[in-house]
């Protein structure tokens, strides 16, 4: 697509249940990120994926989280077991090049999650 | 504290005024990026600066890197209304080896009419 799509563009849970999040890069962007923004706040790196190689998954906050990218193209986020203090806007973006440190990123509307 | 701090942490002008945000960061950097993000919506690349450059341009969009310092600071000139919104820079590093840039927790630009 023309750009990075993610859903559901928003999601309330009750605390406790698993939810999914959906990210479709950019075609033939190789690196694909997810963050995590807390109500005016900055962002929270998550997770990092580029091409075959092992995602850098230093990011995640514990083991409820969990992430995958097939094809190397779509990825999901999941949060297993969510808890209030998991709410926030999570957000995927993605990049051209394998080039490290380099290039701009194109980030998606966000998924905004709410637990109950 | 974070690599890659913004401040102020609020600003408000009016229009047609200039507008200066800075940003500190704690290691060495290949390059360092300003974003913007209006209310409810995912980040906007403004433009990117690399480590051996010292200034750049882009519209009314003037980015400084001081790597001696280890800061940056954007310029927007004759800011209009459109221009509110959140201002993020980000680094990557050099020294983690971490691939994934690291953004700060921004400065909130109000611009009135």
Same mark, same amino acid.
């Given at each position: ?116 | ?44 690349? !403004?433009?990117?600066? &690399? ?8 519209? #009314? @969009?003037? *980015? ?29 590093? !050099?020294?983690?080896? &971490? ?8 400065? #909130? @630009?109000? *611009?009135?009419?």
């Amino acid at each position: 697509g023309a750009g990075v799509s993610q859903s559901p563009s928003n999601k309330v849970t009750e605390k406790g249940k698993d939810v999914e999040l959906r990210c479709d890069p950019i075609s033939g962007h190789t690196a694909l990120y997810w963050y995590r923004q807390s109500l005016g706040q900055g962002l929270e790196f998550l997770i990092y994926f580029q091409g075959n190689s092992a995602p850098d998954k230093s990011g995640l906050p514990s083991d409820r989280f969990s992430a995958e990218r097939t094809g190397g193209s779509v990825s999901t986020l999941t949060i297993q077991r969510t808890q209030q203090e998991d709410s926030a806007v999570y957000l995927c973006a993605s990049i051209r090049g394998a080039v490290y440190g380099a290039g701009e990123l194109f980030f998606g509307e966000g998924s905004r999650l709410t637990v109950l | 504290s974070q690599q890659g701090e913004e401040d102020p942490q609020a600003l408000s002008i009016q229009e047609g005024e200039n507008a200066t945000m800075n940003c500190s960061y704690k290691t060495s950097i290949n390059n360092l990026q300003w974003y913007r993000q209006n209310s409810g919506r995912g980040l906007v690349h !403004l433009i990117l600066i &690399r480590s051996n450059e010292r200034e750049k341009h882009s519209g #009314r @969009l003037r *980015v400084t890197l001081d790597t001696s310092k280890k800061s940056s600071s954007l310029l927007i000139t004759a800011s209009r209304a459109a221009d509110t919104a959140s201002y993020f820079c980000a680094t990557d590093s !050099l020294d983690t080896g &971490r691939r994934a840039l690291t953004f700060g927790s921004g400065t #909130r @630009l109000q *611009v009135q009419p």
